[in-house]
């Protein structure tokens, strides 16, 4: 990155650069949360998908603790690059495949991590990582990156007018969050709990999934939607056009071309699994994911909570890799609710989606504008130095 400022080495201005632990992720919580490059890679750290892991001693916990302002960055894997800067005071460990520097006092951590997290600082990594198959960076290809070091004062305004855009960021994700939770918890009530507007005249009968609803009947999944293994894409044809590609980790890139008509949804088939997404536009699923190709006795509205629902993540039939076969979950016992019902449920969730939705776009745009200004304002092409505003203290 040419720049206004002088330079020096990450590795210059690290206090320390450590190795992670080697260790065994786990969702039970036998000891302190465990950092893992999956982790890191989304645009959001959402520390409540974060697992644990058991630590040998008191010692090992303390040498692998993570503390604010932690700077940590994945040294292996596709993602090999990306980085997080820690904002959050908790007791968190961090895994092998990552390595963390902590910098000295002469820089602000909070605008070191805004240039790790640079796509200028990934595309030095991966023209510098070794491995074909596997690429792969140690610590000093890791720390070796020049980082454009204005004065002090000048990081600290660099970080506040960036972090402010992702606290605007969170704000929307923290509403997205509580929007998906209200339609979930109403999902719940309704076709799970049986709590549904009008429920208390309708008697219950016996069946083997339980009690059921009078008039309700028992099915499969395949009765309700039929799921079908997305379309292979190279990477060469992805970044062009606006529809949006989905993968098993959610949208990645666009293409000029939709396979798919939306309103749709999208759940993880290989890699990665658990996660469902609903696609208001047209839309073209990659070859890692299940897409929704017939909703029969459903909506794409009720069929995205009831995936929602099912705990998907808990089908995996691969070993080396995570693998959701559509043939083990389409035989799934389910009750079959009312088309009436269906439909009621459906109209009080588009409107929640089209809230959620808004807020997307909105993300969208702060992240571009964002990612537009970050580079701008680390090589000194639009100079903050002079800009009379109030300073946060530097770090959380």
């Known amino acids: 990155m040419n720049s206004a400022y002088p330079a020096r080495l990450l590795s210059d201005l690290a206090d320390r650069i450590d190795y992670g632990l080697t260790a065994s992720a786990t969702d039970t919580p036998v000891g302190p949360k465990f950092l893992r490059i999956t982790d890191i890679v989304p645009e959001q750290l959402d520390w409540s998908t974060v697992p644990f892991c058991k630590v040998a001693s008191d010692e090992e916990r303390r040498k692998y603790a993570l503390m604010p302002n932690d700077i940590v960055i994945a040294r292996t894997g596709a993602t090999v690059g990306y980085s997080k800067c820690i904002n959050h005071d908790a007791d968190v460990v961090f895994a092998s495949y990552l390595v963390r520097v902590r910098v000295n006092s002469e820089c602000d951590p909070m605008y070191v991590g805004y240039?790790?997290?640079s796509e200028d600082y990934k595309e030095f990594i991966r023209a510098n990582a070794g491995g074909a198959a596997q690429p792969n960076a140690n610590a000093r290809?890791?720390?070796?990156?020049?980082?454009?070091l204005p004065p002090l004062s000048t990081q600290h305004k660099i970080v506040a007018i960036l972090s402010a855009y992702d606290n605007l960021i969170e704000n929307n994700n923290r509403r997205i969050r509580l929007l998906e939770e209200m339609a979930q918890r109403i999902y719940r009530e309704w076709f799970v709990d049986f709590?549904?507007?009008?429920?208390?005249?309708?008697?219950?009968?016996?069946?083997?999934?339980?009690?059921?609803?009078?008039?309700?009947?028992?099915?499969?999944?395949?009765?309700?939607?039929?799921?079908?293994?997305?379309?292979?894409?190279?990477?060469?044809?992805?970044?062009?056009?606006?529809?949006?590609?989905?993968a098993a980790t959610g949208r990645h890139g666009t293409h000029s071309e939709a396979k798919v008509n939306g309103p749709g949804v999208v759940t993880g088939?290989?890699?990665?699994?658990?996660?469902?997404?609903?696609?208001?536009?047209?839309?073209?699923?990659?070859?890692?994911?299940?897409?929704?190709?017939?909703?029969?006795?459903?909506?794409?509205?009720?069929?995205?909570?009831?995936?929602?629902?099912?705990?998907?993540?808990?089908?995996?039939?691969?070993?080396?890799?995570?693998?959701?076969?559509?043939?083990?979950?389409?035989?799934?016992?389910?009750?079959?609710?009312?088309?009436?019902?269906?439909?009621?449920?459906?109209?009080?969730?588009?409107?929640?989606?089209?809230?959620?939705?808004?807020?997307e776009r909105s993300n969208e745009v702060l992240r571009a504008t964002r990612d537009l200004l970050l580079p701008r304002v680390i090589s000194g092409e639009v100079d903050v130095t002079d800009l009379n505003m109030a300073m946060p203290k530097a770090g959380p």
């Open 195 to 246: 709590r549904y507007p009008g429920h208390e005249d309708v008697p219950l009968v016996d069946t083997e999934l339980g009690p059921i609803p009078a008039g309700w009947k028992v099915g499969i999944l395949d009765d309700l939607v039929v799921l079908q293994r997305g379309f292979d894409l190279p990477k060469s044809q992805r970044g062009v056009g606006t529809v949006p590609v989905i």
């Open 115 to 117: 240039v790790v997290g």
């Open 141 to 148: 290809v890791l720390t070796s990156y020049a980082v454009p």
């Open 269 to 359: 088939r290989s890699g990665s699994l658990g996660a469902v997404e609903y696609i208001a536009e047209e839309f073209w699923p990659l070859n890692t994911t299940l897409w929704v190709k017939d909703f029969r006795r459903a909506t794409p509205e009720s069929a995205y909570f009831l995936l929602r629902n099912l705990d998907l993540a808990g089908f995996n039939s691969g070993s080396a890799v995570p693998t959701l076969n559509r043939n083990d979950i389409s035989q799934l016992a389910q009750t079959l609710p009312p088309d009436a019902l269906v439909a009621r449920f459906s109209e009080h969730a588009r409107n929640i989606l089209a809230n959620v939705r808004v807020l």
